[in-house]
Each structure stands twice: as structure tokens, then as C-alpha cells.
């Protein structure tokens, strides 16, 4: 158990709502990734975070935004959701020291519709 | 330009037989690493193993073994002695190392069922 908490675990919401995913560690890891999961694509990288108040964006990163004011809590924003954003998103942490070769560990997902 | 490939269509494997899941990959670093994921149908995110450009042996862990062929950029999982719960999507991942930011990028995945 990697110590990840995302929550909701499911939320249905309306096209044009803000809507905040909280992802939670509790073992002070450095970096935190926020992914989306939809059929044929695969997990897309939306934004992530190498310490407080260090962020940058992933590969689609339009209509998020995130903020991490404490080590232990990254939060990822649809300022105004829409449909398109319907979508299962992962929270991640890299707990090793060396970045470069350790594994991402996931939480369990937040499944997101919008209606 | 997509990084990781994956494009088998999803494979029926027999109980207690081997399945090789196929994944190339393009990258100009000439350190990375490979990693391999499963999702079972609960959703969630398993790591199975990790292989690194300048590993000099293929990984292994447990069932699961890396066909790592760096001149031709592939990385293809096999599961020996498929077990019921095999069944699974499996996922191919890289992360480079200096151009990457240390990023992950993802493939699109395997859908794998195993039959008893």
C-alpha cells in the first residue's frame, strides 16, 4: 500500500461546474502525477508536481489546473467541466529517491462524469 | 509523435500457457527506462517489473520476464504459466531520463483473458 488517497471515488457533475480531485500521500514523496485514463488511449499525463508549489503541465493539460501547497496533497481543477473531461483520472507518486527508475504507484482512480 | 506502441489486438491465452505482449518504443536518450503495469478489471494500477537502458540482463520477476532488445527498441512482457488471474489490461510505460523530465508516457495497453 503506497499510502495514496484520492477521493471522490466517483462524482457526476454538470458541463460548465468547477470540480477539485484531491489526491493525498501520507509518505512525504516528492513528485505527484495526475493521469487520465480513457478507452484507446491509454493514461495521459495531465499535470505534475516535484515539490510545494512546483508544478508543470502534462501532455494534455488544457481546462486543469493544480496547485500542491502542502507536500502531502495535490489538487487538480476543471475550472468549468465538460463533457470531453468525462474520464477516470489517477493520482501517482514516484517514491524513490532516484526518480529515474522507480515505478509509479497509483491511487485508485476517480471516476468522473459530466453531464 | 506517440512513444510507446502497443498494438496487439486482445489476445485469449490457455490456462498454464505463455503469453508475450508486445511494446516498442522511441526515444533519442540514451537513458530510460521501461516499465510494465497490469489493470485488472477493479481498476486498479499493479506494477509488474522495470527494466533500464543500461541494464545488461533482462528483468525478471516471478512469472513475469522482459524481452528487452535495445537496438530494436522493444520491450515485450511475457507471462509464463498463465494463471485466471492474468486477465487483465497491461500496460507499457517509458520514462526518459534527460528529455523526458522524468515523466512517464504510456502505451495504449493489452487486453489479455486467460481461459481455463
Known amino acids: 500500500d503506497a499510502g495514496i488517497t484520492q477521493s471522490p471515488r466517483h462524482k457526476v457533475t454538470e458541463t460548465g461546474t468547477p470540480v477539485t480531485l484531491r489526491c493525498h500521500q501520507t509518505?512525504?514523496?516528492?513528485?505527484m502525477y495526475w493521469y487520465r485514463q480513457d478507452p484507446g488511449h491509454g493514461l495521459r499525463l495531465i499535470h505534475y508536481?516535484?515539490?510545494?508549489?512546483?508544478?508543470d503541465k502534462g501532455e494534455v493539460s488544457d481546462g486543469y489546473s493544480v496547485s500542491r501547497s502542502k507536500t502531502e496533497d495535490f489538487l487538480l481543477t476543471l475550472e468549468s467541466a465538460t463533457s470531453s473531461q468525462t474520464s477516470v483520472y489517477f493520482c501517482?507518486?514516484?517514491?524513490?529517491?532516484?526518480?529515474?527508475?522507480?515505478?509509479?504507484?497509483f491511487g485508485n482512480g476517480t471516476r468522473l462524469t459530466v453531464t | 509523435a506517440q512513444k510507446i506502441t502497443q498494438t496487439q489486438p486482445g489476445m485469449f491465452v490457455q490456462e498454464k500457457e505463455a503469453v508475450t505482449l508486445d511494446c516498442t518504443y522511441d526515444?533519442?536518450?540514451?537513458?530510460?527506462?521501461l516499465f510494465w503495469y497490469k489493470q485488472p478489471s477493479s481498476g486498479e494500477m499493479i506494477f509488474l517489473i522495470y527494466?533500464?537502458?543500461?541494464?545488461?540482463q533482462n528483468a525478471t520477476e516471478g512469472r513475469y520476464s522482459l524481452n528487452f532488445q535495445k537496438a530494436r527498441k522493444s520491450a515485450n512482457l511475457v507471462i509464463s504459466a498463465s494463471q485466471l488471474g492474468d486477465s487483465a489490461m497491461y500496460f507499457c510505460?517509458?520514462?526518459?531520463?534527460?528529455?523526458?523530465?522524468?515523466?512517464?508516457?504510456f502505451g495504449k495497453g493489452n487486453q489479455v483473458v486467460v481461459i481455463p
Open positions: 508536481s516535484y515539490g510545494v508549489k512546483d508544478t
Open positions: 527494466q533500464g537502458s543500461y541494464d545488461q
Open positions: 509518505e512525504n514523496h516528492r513528485y
Open positions: 510505460a517509458m520514462r526518459e531520463i534527460d528529455g523526458g523530465n522524468n515523466r512517464l508516457a
Open positions: 501517482a507518486i514516484s517514491p524513490g529517491d532516484r526518480e529515474s527508475d522507480s515505478p509509479l504507484h
Open positions: 526515444t533519442s536518450d540514451p537513458s530510460y527506462g
